[in-house]
């Protein structure tokens, strides 16, 4: 029977080690794509307008006149 002379180091040994750094580093991964996909989610929340902010716009562009404008304010806020 032959010794190992890494000792407790043979090639099992070092497939595992690698086993368990791609495990880490897909944990690290996942974990770091888990807080960008968050991150995102909150500036799409923040970047909803109102359809008062958009009707304002619209009024400001000059694609409707003040009486539609007053009309449709009306509209939303009744």
């Known amino acids: 029977m ?3 002379m890494m000792g407790n180091f043979g090639y099992g040994n070092w497939f595992g080690l690698i086993i368990m750094v791609i495990f880490w580093i897909l944990v ?3 974990l770091a794509a888990f807080i960008k996909w968050v991150a995102e989610q909150g500036k799409r929340e923040s970047k909803a307008k109102s359809a008062l902010e958009i009707l304002k716009e ?4 000059g694609e ?3 009486k ?3 009309e449709k304010k009306k509209d939303l806020i009744s």
Do not use: L, P
Not at 58 to 61: E, L, P, Q
């Open 2 to 4: 032959m010794y190992n």
């Open 64 to 66: 409707i006149d003040k």
């Open 58 to 61: 619209r009024y400001a562009k």
């Open 68 to 70: 539609e404008f007053e």
């Open 28 to 30: 690290v991964a996942g």
